[in-house]
Antibody, heavy 115, light 109 residues
Framework: EVQLVESGGGLVQPGRSLRLSCTVSGFTFGDYAMSWVRQAPGKGLEWLGLIRSKLDGGATEYAASVKGRFTILRDDSKNIAYLQMDSLKTEDTAVYYC??????WGQGTLVIVSS | QTVVTQEPSLTVSPGGTVTLTCASSTGAVTSGYYPNWFQQKPGQAPRALIYSTSNRHSWTPARFSGSLLGGKAALTLSGVQPEDEADYYCLLYSGGVWVFGGGTKLTVL
């Protein structure tokens, strides 16, 4: 059974950093690209960025809205994708999902940016 | 940056047919945009329905079909069921990045 489990969300002050994790099981994690997607309260889905598989060069791509503040990493030995979020703003408050581009989503983790 | 546009809301009767569309500000949507479609119900994570324009996932009911229609990506639901009431999002690959549409709220009434 394929599972994606996000973790690391919580309450964080503006300007601080937070790292989210997406732990994958049930398929060969290293063979696939992973994306991060968020959904602000009552809003639609927003694609944030992607990290390609090592076989595909391991490159990253980011949405313009988060480029330079957010970084996606992967550890294929642990089957984990990370979303490093720096200089957080109140408008980054959202549920954050990982998506594997094979069809599977995590359940999401809530990030609240507030003083 | 590419803007992807969907109908904000649509209403369909049970058993009916409805088509949701997905347009790109850069021009006609082609297979090279690798259109994906997702369904999301309140309080749940999105669920993938269609990838690469018209391919169903193993769990996608046959009443959902994807296509290209008049320069847009399209998702057609045939024989709509009450449980199909949900938000639907398209996702396009454009200019080296992926972009979601704003979503369509489908009401089954």
């Amino acid at each position: 059974e394929v599972q994606l489990v996000e973790s690391g969300g919580g309450l964080v002050q503006p300007g601080r950093s937070l790292r989210l994790s997406c732990t994958v099981s049930g398929f060969t994690f290293g063979d696939y690209a992973m994306s991060w997607v968020r959904q602000a309260p009552g809003k639609g889905l927003e694609w944030l960025g992607l990290i390609r598989s090592k076989l595909d060069g391991g490159a990253t791509e980011y949405a313009a809205s988060v480029k330079g503040r957010f970084t996606i990493l992967r550890d294929d030995s642990k089957n984990i994708a990370y979303l490093q979020m720096d200089s957080l703003k109140t408008e980054d408050t959202a549920v954050y999902y990982c998506y594997d581009h094979v069809g599977y989503w995590g359940q999401g983790t809530l990030v609240i940016v507030s003083s | 940056q590419t803007v992807v546009t969907q109908e904000p809301s649509l209403t369909v009767s049970p058993g009916g047919t409805v088509t949701l569309t997905c347009a790109s500000s850069t021009g006609a949507v082609t297979s090279g945009y690798y259109p994906n479609w997702f369904q999301q119900k309140p309080g749940q994570a999105p669920r993938a329905l269609i990838y690469s324009t018209s391919n169903r996932h193993s769990w996608t009911p046959a009443r959902f079909s994807g296509s290209l229609l008049g320069g847009k990506a399209a998702l057609t639901l045939s024989g709509v069921q009450p449980e199909d009431e949900a938000d639907y999002y398209c996702l396009l690959y454009s200019g080296g990045v992926w972009v979601f549409g704003g979503g369509t709220k489908l009401t089954v009434l």
